[in-house]
């Protein structure tokens, strides 16, 4: 949406998204409370404003989402020039209806939420006070209406076009080719994408997600079974593959190898969260090591996925995850037909232990990688003459030192987040009664990490070791976390963080557990909620 010079919304629309007025209550049941009221302004888009044609507003909005929305999801994915950028991301747009309606409901709802947040820059005087407030009041009833206009005429169109794909899936033969099964693989995650940033099913009924989630690994699973490894998946994709290089090494991916790397890294990291909240084995656990990347942020592996550059995330982490969901699984399972047997907790005690190690050991990797990375000395053989300077290194290259901090202090939190989560399934500690000397050390520490970051997007992302901090934080540890959700403003309600906030005020209205009560698992924790937290 433009302004003009006057503070008036320069906007052009058609007259059929005035008629479709009505739509904007239609989705208020689906985006529960953690949305925004539409403005009960009667002004319509219809009334407002002219209607030379329906192309400006997908412009505007098309590229509000590449902009801000995109980024703002996934503030890590940062391709280089090399690889394509995120063209792939409008290619999608224009060729595959049900992203293109998806992102356009997204669009819409990160613009209302915006518009509702009033401007905090440089002090201003009394006089320009006010007509700051009056001019933000005035963009909010032009706007206001339309942009639920908009959003209520896109959030029908996209659930539409989102049940003919999850309807196609059960049709589709297994012999479909990779193109075609790619394309829908990255729909089906978009589709995932939307529905957590959201806070809604898109319209096709209550747990959904969960099994969207499954047809997505099933999809996943038979083109890597099929192809055998990323690799054989991407130079299938394109011909010309083995061919497609340049000078520094790195590979040209086209529209299709683009896009399946990166609906790979989302599905994998959903896949492996999704496992520890659902408390069952990752469906596609098997295909970790060969998929994932786990060496330290600087090398460059184009055989594996980078999970970092995706989701912030390094790759070693999130693989610890999924194994301490396994030895949750394994410990569950046990308990039902060995509760108490000496010889299961000492197996128990000493896995748990393991991972823990492994934990700490990569802790003090990442420190000392991220160190030589961003050092003088790095930095200054960088800027050689065999080498651009630094500031260019992000067109480029994947190791330049702002990001590998980022993503560091990213993959710092989920490690002590994943300590934390180890300690649920060990028993350790899961109440403010029980609480280890460790257990706290683990929580103040990942609770003054989540406080030194800058971006709400980068807050966004980190929603599980948010929740897990969450269920096992003090009294005085959970005004912290509302502080810090506070942080992301209005944008707390894209995307998850005021959702996760929800589910742990409903666990914290719960009575403490009593000194002789055995503490709370994480599986115990997640039960108690009216409904399974998801994170993106």
Same mark, same amino acid.
């Given at each position: ?39 009960? =302004? ?87 006070? =006010?007509?700051? /407030? ?17 959003? *209520? ?6 659930? &539409? ?35 957590? !940033? ?36 991407? /130079? ?24 399946? &790397? ?31 990347? +786990? ?7 184009? &055989? ?9 995330? +390094? ?38 232990? =393991? ?27 960088? !800027? ?92 005085? +540890? ?7 959700? !506070? ?7 894209? *995307? ?23 503490? &709370? ?16």
């Amino acid at each position: 949406m433009n302004i003009d010079g006057r503070g008036v919304p320069a906007v052009k629309e058609t007259e059929q998204a005035g008629a479709n007025a009505n739509n904007s209550s239609s989705i208020q049941a689906p985006l529960s409370s953690h949305t925004v009221e539409p403005p009960s =302004s009667p002004v319509s888009a219809s009334a407002a404003f002219a209607p030379p044609g329906q192309s400006y507003i997908s412009a505007d909005f098309t590229v509000m989402y590449l902009d801000y929305v995109f980024p703002f999801l996934f503030p890590h994915y940062r391709p280089t020039i090399f690889e394509g950028g995120r063209a792939w991301v409008l290619a999608t747009l224009q060729t595959q209806k049900p992203l293109y309606h998806t992102a356009m409901s997204l669009a819409s709802y990160f613009l209302a939420l915006i518009t509702q947040t009033p401007s905090k820059s440089t002090p201003q005087s009394p006089s320009e006070t =006010s007509q700051t /407030a009056q001019s933000h009041t005035t963009l909010q009833s032009f706007c206001g209406r339309f942009i639920w206009d908009i959003l *209520g005429q896109h959030m029908e169109e996209a659930s &539409r076009a989102v049940r003919a794909v999850i309807d196609s899936i059960p049709h589709a033969p297994a012999d479909t080719a990779l193109v075609p099964r790619t394309r829908l693989l990255v729909n089906i995650v978009q589709l995932q994408v939307f529905e957590t !940033a959201m806070g809604t099913g898109a319209g096709t009924g209550t747990g959904t997600r969960a099994i969207h989630l499954r047809a997505a690994t099933d999809v996943f699973d038979g083109i890597v079974r099929q192809y055998d490894s990323l690799d054989h998946v991407l /130079a299938s994709l394109d011909s010309s593959f083995s061919e497609a290089r340049q000078g520094t090494g790195w590979r040209i991916w086209n529209i299709d190898q683009a896009a399946f &790397r990166f609906a790979a890294s989302v599905l994998l990291y959903m896949d492996i969260v999704e496992s520890t909240t659902r408390q069952g084995m990752p469906h596609l656990r098997t295909w970790y090591p060969r998929l994932i990347a +786990q060496a330290d942020g600087t090398t460059k592996d184009t &055989r594996r996925l980078r999970m970092e550059d995706v989701v912030g995330c +390094q790759g070693w982490m999130l693989i610890l995850i999924s194994e301490i969901a396994v030895l949750a699984n394994w410990a569950y399972q046990g308990s039902e037909v060995n509760r108490g047997d000496p010889g299961r907790l000492t197996e128990l005690h000493a896995r748990s232990q =393991s991972l823990s190690w492994r934990i700490h050991d990569g802790l003090q990797h990442l420190t000392r990688d991220t160190e030589s990375a961003t050092s003088p000395l790095s930095a200054s053989t960088c !800027a050689s003459a065999a080498s651009p300077p630094p500031f260019l290194q992000a067109y480029y290259r994947h190791d330049s030192g702002a990001q590998l901090e980022e993503q560091a202090q990213v993959t710092r939190i989920w490690a002590y987040a994943g300590l934390l989560y180890l300690d649920t399934v060990t028993r350790q500690c899961a109440c403010d009664n029980c609480a280890s000397k460790s257990h706290k050390e683990n929580a103040t520490t990942v609770l003054a990490l989540l406080q030194q970051l800058s971006s709400p997007a980068v807050l966004r992302g980190l929603n599980w070791p948010i929740f897990v901090t969450g269920i096992m934080a003090t009294v005085e +540890q959970r005004a912290a976390i509302r502080n810090i959700v !506070a942080t992301a403003g209005s944008l707390q309600k894209f *995307g998850g963080l005021a959702s996760t906030l929800h589910h742990l005020e409903e666990l914290w209205k719960r009575p403490p557990q009593q000194h002789n009560e055995p503490p &709370r698992t994480f599986r115990e924790s997640v039960a108690l909620l009216a409904d399974s937290p998801v994170f993106m």
